[in-house]
């Protein structure tokens, strides 16, 4: 069975830090692109962040472009999402996306004061 | 920046009864390299979205055949021939030739 399972999330102030991981059992992500989207209460559902297999390219939403860094670690069959400078409007339920196929259960994040 | 558009935003269905959701693009979800980039996916209540149809028309592995997928260009359809009580939840539309972005999602509920 594919498994991916975030971790990570949790309160932050606004202006702070979270470092959100992905990682895979069952099932290799490193043959993959990988992907960061995420969900606002009531919102549809916002890509964040693409990596390549290698991590050679990386894409992000105009939003987080600065503030945001996606990494992986193929040995550790793991994604990462640095968020840095964090607003109001990043609180939202992140998910990890493996080949636009498989879905973690995502892992929630608050910016509030 | 594609802008993906669903319609409708809820639709209610007997159970039986078939189902149709509309997906538009502002641009062509065809790539130069022949693949349609348009992803249905069904994300039910308290759950991540899974994956049913890739490609425009290909349906993912496990995927009942009453759901199919049909469009080219801009225009794609999701159908449900015989809509099942299991089938509620939230479908959204994603396109992948130019980054990512989804639509608005379609609320499907059972009468």
């Known amino acids: 069975e594919v498994l991916l399972v975030e971790s990570g999330g949790g309160l932050v102030q606004p202006g702070g830090s979270l470092r959100l991981s992905c990682v895979g059992s069952g099932y290799s992500i490193s043959n993959y692109w990988m992907f960061w989207v995420r969900q606002a209460p009531g919102k549809r559902l916002e890509w964040v962040a693409t990596?390549?297999?290698?991590?050679?390219?990386?894409y992000y939403v105009d939003s987080v472009k600065g503030r945001f860094i996606v990494s992986r670690d193929n040995a550790r069959n793991s994604l990462y999402l640095q968020m840095d400078s964090l607003r109001v409007e990043d609180t939202a339920r992140y998910y990890c996306l493996s080949a636009l196929t498989f879905w973690g259960r995502g892992a929630l994040v608050t910016v509030s004061s | 920046e594609i802008v993906v558009t669903q319609t409708p935003l809820s639709l209610s269905v007997t159970p039986g009864q078939p189902a149709s959701i509309s997906c538009r693009s502002s641009q062509s979800l065809l790539h130069s390299d022949g693949h349609i980039y348009l992803y249905w996916y069904l994300q039910k209540p308290g759950q991540p979205p899974q994956l049913l149809i890739y490609?425009?028309?290909n349906r993912f592995s496990g995927v009942p055949d009453r759901f199919s997928g049909s469009g080219s260009g801009t225009d794609f359809t999701l159908k449900i021939s015989r809509v099942e009580a299991e089938d509620v939840g939230v479908y959204h539309c994603m396109q992948n030739v130019q980054f990512t972005s989804f639509g608005q999602g379609t609320r499907l509920e059972i009468k």
């Open positions: 490609e425009a028309s």
């Open positions: 990596i390549k297999q290698d991590g050679s390219e990386k």
